[in-house]
């Protein structure tokens, strides 16, 4: 007779306890999963071993590279996804229904978008409407909102074919970078005319193939940083070049764009939702009232809003 596999008893099974197994699968490391769960590095230790005792079998296999699913583990993961499934369905659809104007909204974006351009409009949607709790996730990290990591997410996209298909999408203006140098800088140079000056880089990013120096010349070594408001910083202080967002550059009095330089289109923003969220009235308020504010700054965002020498 074929022997059966031992399929564990969903009833049995707390679905918090599967969720901490789930991100361990997902990230191979109960320190990561604790960070991505905003719990402590024991209760996901806690928890696994909770579900190991239901389920009478070991779950991970700890490894100097991380932690590996076990056969057993491998097996419970089909599982545990339609779990997951089954219940970010219910969730959303619940979710969908409800047309309160309180309660949690996230936002997802990148830390310059949220800084240079729209905190200002956060500010006062968030007066408007005092009982929606908001929870801006400012990184450069892409949330899931299939997973209900956030309920709206404001993205760049070059290509509007590369978005899901199951992200509802509110259609924004294009965004154009430039290349920036300090006010002073650029002044010396007209004057002195001074030694090649640096490219200003993000270390992951380097210099952009659009990116020409224009009139200016530069020198063959970078000035790197790791993050775009050191770059900023650093082009603020004099130390040469650097490629920034026509919102940051032209909206910023210490800065000037660099003569003979060209602008470059990023792509365009775009505020996505996802299936039954995006029927909720706080998610319906806030995208009606941000895609207002962002036509308004297409100007800016195209870098048109003002003149330069």
């Excluded at 290509?159 to 140098?181: A, C, M, Q, S, W």
């Excluded at 063959?220 to 550059?249: K, M, W, Y």
């Excluded at 792509?267 to 308020?285: A, F, H, I």
């Amino acid at each position: 007779m074929e022997a059966h596999r031992a399929v564990p008893n969903c009833t049995m099974i707390d679905w918090d306890d599967i969720r901490y197994f789930l991100a361990v699968a997902r990230r191979s490391s109960v320190r990561a999963a604790a960070e991505g769960l905003r719990v402590n590095h024991s209760t996901v230790l806690r928890r696994i071993a909770q579900l190991e005792e239901r389920l009478g079998a070991q779950m991970f296999e700890k490894l100097p590279s991380g932690y590996r699913l076990t056969a057993a583990g491998e097996e419970i993961l089909e599982l545990a996804n339609q779990m997951e499934a089954s219940s970010l369905e219910l969730e959303t659809r619940v979710f969908g229904r409800d047309q309160g104007v309180r309660g949690l909204l996230r936002v997802t974006l990148t830390p310059i978008l949220a800084t240079h351009l729209l905190m200002p409009d956060f500010s006062d949607f968030a007066r408007l409407h005092p009982d929606i709790e908001m929870d801006i996730l400012s990184s450069g990290e892409l949330a899931n909102l299939t997973n209900r990591e956030a309920d709206v997410a404001i993205r760049v996209v070059y290509d509007r074919n590369t978005l899901p298909l199951n992200l509802h999408g509110l259609k924004g203006p294009e965004l154009f970078g430039g290349v920036y140098i300090s006010r002073d800088r650029l002044a010396a140079w007209r004057v002195d005319t001074p030694e090649p000056i640096r490219w200003i880089v993000i270390s992951s990013h380097g210099i952009p193939d659009w990116a020409s120096e224009g009139e200016v010349r530069t020198m063959g070594v970078p000035f790197r940083t790791t993050d775009a408001a050191a770059q900023i910083g650093a082009v603020r202080e004099g130390l040469g070049i650097a490629t920034l967002p026509c919102f940051v550059g032209d909206a910023d009095p210490l800065l000037a764009r660099v003569p003979g330089a060209e602008l470059h289109m990023y792509g365009t923003l775009w505020l996505l939702t996802q299936g039954e969220t995006r029927k909720t009235k706080r998610v319906r308020l806030f995208t009606e009232f941000v895609s207002r504010r962002l036509a308004a700054y297409a100007p800016l965002l195209a870098g048109l809003s003002v003149s330069h020498d």
